[in-house]
C-alpha cells in the first residue's frame, strides 16, 4: 500500500453498504446508510506520550471495526475508498 498511517492513526477499507433491504427493495446511492464497519489495511507506530514513550495501538492489519458514524477522513486511492481514523474513533473490533 502508497500509504503510511502515522501515529495512532489506522487505514480502514469500508465494507460496501447494503443494496438491498430485508424485504428486497433495491436501494438507490443517495438512500443508502454511511458505513460503519471495515478492514484495517494498516496500522500506525502508535501516540507518542508526553513522556517520550509510544503507546502500542490495540488493533491490528486484518481486523475488522466498527467506527464512529462520521469519524475519519475519507480518501480515493485509485478505484478504491478509505477512511483514515484515529484509534480513538474505533468503537469495537469484531471478533473472529
Same mark, same amino acid.
Given at each position: 500500500?502508497?500509504?503510511? %498511517?502515522? $501515529?495512532?492513526?489506522?487505514?480502514? *477499507? !469500508?465494507?460496501?453498504?447494503?443494496?438491498?433491504?430485508?424485504?428486497? @427493495?433495491?436501494? %438507490?446511492?443517495?438512500?443508502?446508510?454511511? %458505513?460503519?464497519?471495515?478492514?484495517?489495511?494498516?496500522? $500506525? !507506530?502508535? =501516540?507518542? /506520550?508526553?513522556? $517520550? *514513550?509510544?503507546?502500542?495501538?490495540? +488493533?491490528?492489519?486484518?481486523? +475488522?471495526?466498527?467506527?464512529? =458514524?462520521?469519524?475519519?477522513?475519507? @480518501?480515493?486511492?485509485?478505484?478504491?475508498?478509505? +477512511? @483514515? /481514523?484515529?484509534?480513538?474513533? +474505533? /468503537?469495537?473490533?469484531?471478533?473472529?
Amino acid at each position: 500500500m502508497a500509504l503510511k %498511517p502515522l $501515529g495512532d492513526r489506522l487505514i480502514v *477499507k !469500508p465494507t460496501e453498504a447494503e443494496e438491498k433491504t430485508a424485504g428486497g @427493495i433495491v436501494l %438507490p446511492d443517495t438512500a443508502k446508510e454511511k %458505513p460503519q464497519q471495515g478492514e484495517v489495511i494498516a496500522v $500506525g !507506530p502508535g =501516540k507518542l /506520550l508526553d513522556n $517520550g *514513550k509510544t503507546a502500542t495501538v490495540e +488493533v491490528a492489519v486484518g481486523d +475488522v471495526v466498527y467506527y464512529a =458514524k462520521y469519524g475519519g477522513t475519507e @480518501i480515493k486511492l485509485g478505484a478504491n475508498e478509505y +477512511v @483514515i /481514523l484515529r484509534q480513538d474513533d +474505533v /468503537l469495537a473490533v469484531l471478533d473472529k
